[in-house]
């Protein structure tokens, strides 16, 4: 399920590994998501995150509710008729994801930051309910200058089919500094392999993907854009807070996002993102639209 909710906070997040120290980053999210056809039609999403920490280690928490309405003249395949929500009488799908990340900074090595967490799915849909996803990431950087790294993820969906999906993303950023303000740009790399494709309506076990992102930085402003092209399913994003765990193989999308902060502490943002897929549940290509504001404090 895309829950696209934390991209200026994970961006900001990256700028502080070259930064000085953070005492905390709190925010809520409000999210609408929308589904052009197949069998979703959109609904809410509510999100609250808290970050804690110092220039050597922060914590990261993250909880989220998701309620997506579905179509109730669709038909489903009689794969997901053994373990999808179709047939169930279910016309809402609602979730809970819970996430907490952890990250320390020159403490195992110089120049080194190092992220683990897990992120943990309560969801209607039977085939990822109970899923369990394990994050760790490890990059190099240079401060206030560029960094390189590679993350991996874990998933794991034990109730149905023993679904797993491998994830492996190498990720390299670099900063340019202008009479304008500050530049952040970088490119993101996606391999994603899984155990039971058949079982999941997908022809292949493995999808590749590329990421390009811009930010700018200035007066307390800031802008972003990231488009992404390939194969992905069943991705986790953004630091382990984002996964996409339902039925659905995505073939690229677009995001635009802003932020401002209106006094020193507050910051006003918000993001627009479209993203194209397969609905395996019913074949249909559809194209989801995700609107979000947010309110953060910095303290």
Known sequence: ???FLLTVLVAAAV???TSEAQAGYSAIYGTYIDYSSGSKIGGPVITGYYSTGNATRTYSFGLSFTSIEYSDNYTSSALFK???IANTGISFLNQLDFTAVTSVTDEILKNHTFSAGIH???TDDNLTNNGVVLYFDGTYFKPYNWNVGIETAISWYPDTINLQVWQV????????YTSKGTVYTGMRFYLITLNKPDEVGLDDDTFVSGEAFVHCYRNGWDVGLSIWKGKQV????EGGFVVYNLAEKYNGGVTLEGGYYFTKNYRL????????FEDLETGNDVTQT???VSLGYRW
């Open 290 to 292: 995700t609107v979000t």
């Open 169 to 176: 993303s190498p990720h390299f950023g670099k900063y340019f």
């Open 1 to 3: 399920m895309k829950k």
């Open 120 to 122: 943990y799915i309560l």
């Open 15 to 17: 700028a502080c590994l």
């Open 82 to 84: 053994r373990y999808g």
């Open 234 to 237: 069943f991705a986790v994003k």
């Open 269 to 276: 943002g918000g993001s627009v993102s479209l993203n194209s």
